[in-house]
T-cell receptor, first 112, second 113 residues
Framework: AQSVTQPDIHITVSEGASLELRCNYS??????LFWYVQSPGQGLQLLLK??????LVQGIKGFEAEFKRSQSSFNLRKPSVHWSDAAEYFC??????????FGKGTRLHILP | DAGVIQSPRHEVTEMGQEVTLRCKPI?????LFWYRQTMMRGLELLIY????????DSGMPEDRFSAKMPNASFSTLKIQPSEPRDSAVYFC???????????FGSGTRLTVV
């Protein structure tokens, strides 16, 4: 069965610093991969997605993610975080049969 | 486009009462998903529909939970009778294609006392 692991429950970075959130998946074939962001009291918003092709994917709000098949990873990155990026981030994988499975999330805290 | 609309935003009810959560998906989206979010279990897929037909309800916790989609623009999730352990945020999401990425509603925060 497919699974998604986000090893970091909380991450704290200073405003202006770079960010990398980790995501590992378990799936036999090439998965569909997603990153979502959830601000407090809100639903999840799609940041970016990977289906095929270029393994470096650009998303909204200045985020990008890189698919690395050899490491079964899809890490999310941003060169310089802003205080408004404080939120919870979810990695998700689709196995091609309609369903998307979400990781447990990583809560990002920003220091001023 | 108003996005996925859920109502109510907050619901407080007493144990044993019936609770109905409502969702209006984005027009033209063929898939509708119901999720439950808790601190302990994260996001759990409860059930999803394709073209108004339930496809997979294996995530529905027990018979107290039921979901319907009578038409393409409306779905309900019902809990009867409700229990304190049902307290959670319930999200509805819709999608044009299952792997296109979902659009989520703002959720319903349910508290059962």
């Amino acid at each position: 069965a497919q699974s998604v692991t986000q090893p970091d429950i909380h991450i704290t970075v200073s405003e202006g610093a770079s960010l990398e959130l980790r995501c590992n998946y378990s799936y036999g074939a090439t998965p569909y991969l997603f990153w979502y962001v959830q601000s407090p009291g809100q639903g999840l918003q799609l940041l970016l997605k990977y289906f095929s092709g270029d393994t470096l994917v650009q998303g909204i709000k200045g985020f990008e993610a890189e698919f690395k098949r050899s490491q079964s990873s899809f890490n999310l990155r941003k060169p310089s975080v802003h205080w408004s990026d404080a939120a919870e981030y979810f990695c998700a994988v689709g196995e091609g049969d309609d369903k998307i499975i979400f990781g447990k999330g990583t809560r990002l805290h920003i220091l001023p | 486009d108003a996005g996925v609309i859920q109502s109510p935003r907050h619901e407080v009810t007493e144990m044993g009462q019936e609770v109905t959560l409502r969702c209006k998906p984005i027009s033209g989206h063929d898939y509708l998903f119901w999720y439950r979010q808790t601190m302990m279990r994260g996001l759990e897929l409860l059930i999803y529909f394709n073209n108004n037909v339930p496809i997979d309800d294996s995530g529905m916790p027990e018979d107290r939970f039921s979901a319907k989609m009578p038409n393409a623009s409306f779905s309900t999730l019902k809990i009867q009778p409700s229990e304190p352990r049902d307290s959670a945020v319930y999200f509805c999401a819709s999608s044009q294609d299952s792997n296109y990425g979902y659009t989520f509603g703002s959720g319903t925060r349910l508290t059962v006392v």
